[in-house]
């Protein structure tokens, strides 16, 4: 699932740290209480916690909620510490994030906006 996103419209990233001993409903009430945003959106939400060296992402597929956990081996997310917030990614920031690399590229390596969806 981490790596296919087909059946996602919006991904977003909660910048700063997250709890990792949260489960579905911490990450939910985050969302909702926190963030004032819709748990329930054809969206997947990623956490992220100190460490930097595991990630969560929340999922609503229509059935239920979709928990998935991952840990690297070795290395880091290249994880945004800014103050705490929801931002948005693309597919293709979503893709750098995944490969280790930052997701604030130089401008010269952004897609088009017409090449994200």
């Not at 990792?20 to 997947?44: E, K």
């Not at 595991?54 to 059935?63: E, G, N, P, S």
């Not at 800014?82 to 693309?90: G, H, I, K, W």
Request: charged share 25%; hydrophobic share 35%; proline share 4%.
């Amino acid at each position: 699932m981490l790596g296919d996103l087909s059946g996602v419209s919006k991904l977003y990233l909660v910048t700063g740290h997250t709890d990792m001993r949260l489960s579905i409903n911490g990450l939910m009430s985050v969302i909702r209480d926190t963030y004032q945003m819709d748990p329930y959106a054809d969206a997947l939400y990623l956490f992220c916690g100190r460490r930097s060296d595991r990630l969560k992402a929340l999922y609503h597929d229509k059935t239920g909620f979709v928990l998935l956990y991952m840990r690297l081996d070795s290395g880091r997310f290249q994880w945004p510490r800014n103050a705490s917030e929801v931002r948005p990614l693309t597919r293709q920031e979503y893709r750098w994030l995944m490969e280790g690399l930052s997701i604030d590229q130089p401008k010269a390596l952004r897609p088009s906006k017409k090449a994200d969806f």
